[in-house]
Structure formats: structure tokens, C-alpha cells
């Protein structure tokens, strides 16, 4: 029983503890995580689509060295 009431004392603690950590974040404006998340979908697009091109030259040149070697 004794654990118990540690148990719930330590959520409560923990709790307490977690929303006085939140309250000290400072927060990005609407503005800033726009422009983060723009940049991420624009990195995200051009890293695919190199990897698209990497993939298409590879695939082109492992064809090539098939038809080559007549396997």
C-alpha cells in the first residue's frame, strides 16, 4: 500500500516537474515554422531527386554492362 501512494506521488512530481520544464520553452513563431517546413519539403525534393537520378544512371549502366557481357 505504502508503494503505492510513492507511486502516485512520483506521477504527481513527475507531472509538476514536466509542466514547469514546458513553461520555460520558448516557443518559434508561425512565421519561422513556416519557413522551416518550407525548407525541409525543398531539401526533401532535391535529395529525391538526385537519388531518382543516381538510381536511373545506375539501373542504365548495370543494363548496359548486361548487354555487354551477353548475360
Known amino acids: 500500500m505504502a508503494e503505492e501512494k ?4 512520483d506521477r504527481g512530481r513527475w507531472f509538476r516537474e514536466m509542466r514547469s520544464e514546458l513553461k520555460k520553452v520558448v516557443w518559434p513563431s508561425a512565421d519561422k ?5 518550407g525548407t525541409v519539403i525543398l531539401y526533401s525534393v532535391i535529395i529525391g531527386a ?9 539501373a542504365l549502366l548495370i543494363k548496359t554492362l548486361l548487354n ?4
Open 33 to 37: 515554422v513556416a519557413k522551416n517546413t
Open 50 to 58: 538526385c537519388i531518382w537520378i543516381f538510381d536511373g544512371v545506375a
Open 68 to 71: 555487354v557481357f551477353g548475360a
Open 6 to 9: 510513492n507511486v502516485k506521488k
